[in-house]
């Protein structure tokens, strides 16, 4: 007897449009493709101080381009690349990225509760 499994595949690249295009020194980015992540982004990540711009690094390295453009997105537009990018970190990454999400929640909460009590 034999079993036939389908299994779904990530996209290797997916395509980001921000809002307003990245201009960084004479160069503009009015769309980042992001490739599927390898073990060499995240050798990007320890090259830089501070766990957001390790982040920075990895989406910076996945779609070639220099770390500068990810720290110009706006806020949304970063919340929208991490959404789009998701498939293409692997599991580890998103683990880390759905823990820290957690962590944050629970710190809003906490300081939430503290303000309502004074």
Known sequence: MTTTETATTAPTTVTFTPTTPIKIGDKTYPTLTLRKMKAKDRVAADLVNGESRKTFAVYASMADVPIQVIEELDNDDFDRLEELAAP????????????DAEMMQGALTKALAALMKE
Do not use: N, P
Not at 88 to 99: C, E, F, H, I, P
């Open 88 to 99: 293409m970190v692997g599991k580890s990454l998103a683990k880390q990225r759905a823990a």
